[in-house]
């Protein structure tokens, strides 16, 4: 069974891609569902940390077991 979970986070990672992409390309129903998803994979803060060379770097705490959510199950083998 944890097979099947691992190869179901990749194609979660698609579905969320594509409703975060219909968020930016302006469908307001999608931009608050994508907003919840970045807010399930990134719980704290974001920081922006600006460098020498006048590049920006973004960082925080990716939380990789909201795919799983996507991906039918809790990481228990218990179904959603």
């Known amino acids: ?3 099947a979970r691992a190869a179901a986070i ?3 990672a698609e ?3 594509a409703q975060i992409s219909r968020g930016l390309e302006g469908n307001p129903d999608a931009a608050t569902e994508a907003r919840l ?3 399930d994979l ?3 803060k974001i920081r922006l940390i600006s ?3 006048g590049s920006l770097w973004a960082s925080g705490a990716y ?3 909201a795919l799983l959510k996507v991906a039918g199950t809790r990481g ?3 179904r959603i």
Request: charged share 40%.
């Open 42 to 44: 990134f719980p704290e």
């Open 15 to 17: 579905l969320y891609e």
């Open 51 to 53: 460098k020498e060379d």
């Open 1 to 3: 069974m944890k097979a």
């Open 37 to 39: 998803i970045l807010q």
């Open 76 to 78: 228990r083998d218990d």
């Open 10 to 12: 990749p194609k979660a």
């Open 63 to 65: 939380q990789t077991a």
